[in-house]
């Protein structure tokens, strides 16, 4: 064990998702070394997300505004919608330029061994939307795994019970080429650029 | 590409040791999510190891005093020095508690490709303590790679310079049993105590 600060430095670090001790140990002797400014730089950019970033009011996306850089362009959309379920999910999307519409970021996604019901997602929100700014399409890309498929049926279910002959809502699912069990994040642009194109209704 | 602060805090993640890129991403969308409080804890730790932890005086181990937890400690034997690369070294050699003496941290270890020569490394001071402090024993325990091989090899000839038969100077270097091309910080105890065990006159 080190001493005070720096083993305060190791534990905190520790907690970060994908750093081991070792990795924590290694970044807190390099932090030690570097200039001071590169290291106020790293806490400065920590204090300045928490502070700075917060959540679009619209689709939950991240947002130095009211509303994010999305909801606010003009140019997109408002009556389709996909449905994520993290803002790192948007970004992958936008990447692939293949969808002019808006965003809605669930929170996450079904996961009863997590405790995460659909109560604790932003679905609510989402049907709020639904009436009051006169979507016609939902696309719902959710990630290809047990949890993003559970949400997606979920989904499926609750959005076809508010559709009606008088205001029909086309609901589609992203078509799979994304390979089953992995992470929306990590597809590449093509794959999932298919997919969106590809989309089969539900 | 994201906005503003998250996009500064996933490069600032980025420039750590072993964090790539989507890491990076990872660990950003992470904090953006967790608690204020944590989030400050982390960057807390960060400016307190710079504010708080200096180099000891007397070995350059990290300390929060002006001398080392260990150069302070009375019961440890002065006239026998452990010479080490890191301050990350003398946590790894305490866990065998093969070794009761002091110890020195050089800085690192001669590199000609990466520029470091013997100038460097905190030699001289080493020099220096051998007749300030009547050191009689020395064991090199920089890394068993190359470049800690040869720190070693130019610290034994150093030292073996300044040895007279009034003044004799007992060098050492941990024995093999380490495996070769690896890293010091990386041995489990029994290895590492057993090469302080088996330590060779050098």
């Not at 907690?15 to 290694?26: E, F, I, T």
């Not at 389709?80 to 990447?95: H, K, N, S």
């Amino acid at each position: 064990m080190y001493e005070g600060p720096i083993q305060d430095l190791i534990e905190e670090l520790g907690r970060l998702p994908g750093v081991g001790p070792k990795s924590a140990q290694r970044i807190a002797f390099h932090l030690l070394t570097v200039e001071r400014a590169d290291a106020e730089r790293l806490s400065g950019a920590i204090t300045a997300v928490k502070e700075r970033v917060r959540f679009c009011v619209r689709c939950y996306n991240v947002s130095e505004h009211e509303e994010c850089r999305i909801c606010r362009d003009a140019r997109r959309d408002p009556a389709v919608v996909c449905v994520v379920q993290e803002p790192r999910d948007v970004l992958a999307i936008e990447r692939t330029s293949e969808f002019r519409g808006l965003y809605h970021v669930l929170g996450g996604a079904i996961s009863p061994i997590d405790g995460v019901g659909p109560e604790k997602l932003r679905i609510k929100e989402l049907m709020a939307r639904l009436g009051a700014e006169g979507i016609t399409e939902i696309v719902l890309a959710t990630n290809p795994n047990i949890e993003g498929e559970a949400t997606a049926s979920y989904l499926g279910r609750a959005l076809k019970a508010v559709s009606s002959p008088e205001q029909p809502l086309r609901i589609s699912r992203i078509a799979s080429g994304l390979p089953v069990g992995g992470d929306l994040e990590y597809a590449d642009e093509v794959t999932l650029g298919r997919a969106f194109a590809g989309r089969a209704e539900v």
